[in-house]
């Protein structure tokens, strides 16, 4: 797969403050990705300069091979922002008229089939909508765009678990049918797991992990034991969080553990349990270390 989407180097200061600092990024053509992290983490500064809102203090970016410059826009791309600053005095299918203009595969039978599934009233006034249903509206235009790239900022902010999990069934069906590059941005890693095949974790403006989802879930593991048999088990190994209670730690691993390894973890008093998903993106904010 080639890269549509290359950040190399980027840093953005606001005053003293360093929103984002060396961050690099490749998105690839047909993939899933999420980008998590933390409210403030830095991701929507990063989703402003790659869509051109915003201008890197430093470093380059290359959408489809084209280095942009101030002032430029990327083509093929549709970003939903997490606020989106629609009309208010419009109705719904007007806002849907208009964006439609701005996108060249942009897809109108499936645009009525999501107002239909969203139950969403189209002659409404976006100023009359909840929050969630103004969120809806953006999901709309960012799934019947069609674009090569389309990123989602905070999709399923406002709406009930009902409508969150119909968007993103929606998503993947179209996905499926439709292969392109989607980037959904997110605090809610839980609730992408099952979307998202590739995840960038953001902390502080920096990159903290890029990997497949499936390798983070094979290789993310819970230890509890004692302190001296926790220390020579993990020596050598990737540990993104140690807490200790008494004579006994809690270790969150990220590395391979084979059967002869489990065994030799048995034999210690080690226990080795899953890590979920959530835990293990809380875990490693807490360390706050880059992984290689």
């Known amino acids: 797969m080639s890269a549509i989407l290359k950040c190399t180097n980027l840093n953005k200061s606001y005053g003293k403050t360093e929103a984002v600092r060396n961050l690099n990024i490749t998105i690839e053509e047909h993939t899933i990705y999420g980008m998590l992290g933390r409210n403030g ?16 203090d430093h470093g380059d970016i290359e959408v489809y091979g084209k280095l942009m410059k101030p002032g430029d826009s990327p083509a093929n791309t549709c970003y939903i922002r997490e606020k989106n600053f629609l009309f208010g005095g419009a109705r719904v299918i007007e806002v849907l008229e208009l964006a439609s203009a701005f ?12 107002i239909k599934s969203f139950k969403l ?25 069609r674009a090569p790239l389309t990123i989602f900022d905070e999709p399923v902010l406002g709406l009930d678990v009902l409508m969150r999990e119909r968007f993103y069934k ?15 941005s997110t605090h809610l890693i839980d609730e992408i797991a099952k979307v998202v095949e590739r995840i960038y974790i953001i902390e502080n403006g920096t990159l903290l992990l890029h990997d497949d989802v499936d390798h983070i879930r094979t290789n993310s593991h819970l230890l509890t034991g004692n302190v001296e048999a926790i220390e020579k088990f993990t020596q050598g190994r990737r540990v993104i969080y140690k807490e200790s209670y008494g004579r006994g730690t809690l270790v969150a691993l ?9 065994a030799q973890a048995s034999k210690l008093g080690i226990t080795i349990d899953g890590l979920p998903l959530q835990k293990f993106f809380s875990y490693l904010i807490e360390g706050g270390e880059y992984i290689e």
């Open 170 to 184: 929606l998503l993947m069906e179209d996905y499926a049918e439709h292969p392109r590059t989607i980037l959904i």
């Open 41 to 56: 983490a830095g991701k929507t500064t990063l989703l402003n300069m790659i869509t051109g809102g915003l201008f890197p």
């Open 103 to 114: 996108h060249k595969n942009w897809d109108w039978q499936f645009a009525h089939e999501l």
């Open 254 to 262: 990220y590395d391979s553990i084979g059967e002869t390894e489990h």
């Open 121 to 145: 009233n189209p002659n409404k006034k976006i100023r009359q909508l909840s929050r969630g249903m103004e969120s809806l509206v953006g999901n709309i235009i960012g799934l019947a765009s």
